[in-house]
């Protein structure tokens, strides 16, 4: 079955950066898109971007442009996120999701989440 | 940017019909998809396509969409459905997703 595993928690310094990594296995990694998502404490799902494992091509929400890298290792089947220039507002759960069916449709599969706490 | 309208709460009591809508004006060009997330947990799809359902969900669980307006419907509401509802769609240009802002189901 589908499966997303991953990395753990982080805490980081405002301006710091974060990469959050996702595992894949279940499937042939390079035929469905992987897509991120947030989730801010008490707060609603936020679209950040998305992969085409194959190629690596990406699009990105205009929120998140100039901030954030989705690239992939298809060696390891593992999709990474980079968010760079941290603040506050970032403190967030952030999850992978592989789409439902292929080019580009909804999430399906999600990960465990996880937790990025900005602090200093 | 492109945003996606839904009611912050929706209440039942256990057995009644639950019905959350969810407005977007690119909804006539573009399907939307629907989860469910609990307390604590990662989101479930419960809806994609405006109205099929995957495998493991309920058929009590229908979505439908009309214009501007896809709605989710819960027939004979149980007490572990409850949980934050949220719609999703792209928008019509890039193809960015985009999720509404959420839906409190509670049912009691």
């Known amino acids: 079955q589908v499966q997303l595993v991953q990395s753990g928690a982080e805490l980081k310094a405002p301006g710091a950066s974060v990469k959050v990594s996702c595992q894949a296995s279940g499937y042939t990694f390079i035929s469905h898109y992987i897509h991120w998502v947030r989730q801010a404490p008490g707060r609603g799902l936020e679209w950040m971007g998305i992969i085409n494992p194959n190629g690596g091509s990406t699009a990105y929400a205009q929120k998140f442009q100039g901030r954030v890298t989705v690239t992939r290792d298809t060696s390891t089947r593992t999709v990474y996120m980079e968010l760079n220039s941290l603040r506050s507002e970032d403190t967030a759960v952030y999850y992978c999701a592989r789409e439902r069916g292929d080019g580009g449709s909804p999430p399906g599969a999600w990960g465990q989440g996880t937790l990025v706490i900005v602090s200093s | 940017s492109y945003e996606l309208t839904q009611p912050p709460s929706v209440s039942v009591s256990p057995g009644q019909t639950a019905r959350i809508t969810c407005s977007g004006d690119s909804l006539p060009k573009k399907y939307a998809s629907w989860y469910l997330q609990r307390s604590g947990q990662a989101p479930v799809l419960v809806i994609y396509e405006d109205n099929k359902r995957p495998s493991g969900i309920p058929e009590r669980f229908s979505g439908s969409s009309s214009g501007t307006l896809a709605t989710l419907t819960i027939s004979g509401a149980r007490v572990g459905d409850e949980g934050d509802y949220y719609c999703?769609?792209?928008?019509?240009?890039?193809?960015?997703?985009?999720f509404g802002g959420g839906t409190k189901l509670t049912v009691l």
């Open positions: 999703y769609s792209t928008d019509s240009s890039a193809n960015h997703g985009v």
